[in-house]
């Protein structure tokens, strides 16, 4: 989630909808509980959001983003392990892409 808010934050937008499969990270990022180990992470977050007009964090179950899901397995699959941005539809994605537009 850092990744993407400091990525997005590069791009100059202002409103942005965060989604997560994980109702805990959600949670933790917009709560206020404080866990030790992950909180510098989450401050760190906290003081990135202020590069944004409107920001808001978002569950949502792994199958309404289907797009979303498979870009983290195949970025996950990478020897690198580097997160990827993409500017164009990559092939292995347009069916996911072609089922999300439709539901």
């Known amino acids: 989630m850092r990744w993407a808010v400091v990525n997005l934050s590069c ?10 499969d994980s109702q805990e990270l959600i949670s933790l990022i917009v709560g206020e509980e404080i866990r030790p180990k992950i909180d510098p992470i989450r401050q760190d977050i906290k003081q990135l959001l202020q590069h944004f007009e409107e920001v808001k964090f978002v569950y949502s179950q792994r199958g309404g983003n289907e797009v979303a899901d498979r870009i983290a397995k195949e970025s996950l699959s990478f020897m690198n392990y580097d997160p990827k941005l993409y500017s164009i539809v990559p092939s292995w994605l347009k069916s996911h892409v072609e089922r999300d537009r439709c539901i």
């Open 11 to 20: 791009f100059n937008y202002k409103k942005v909808i965060f989604e997560s």
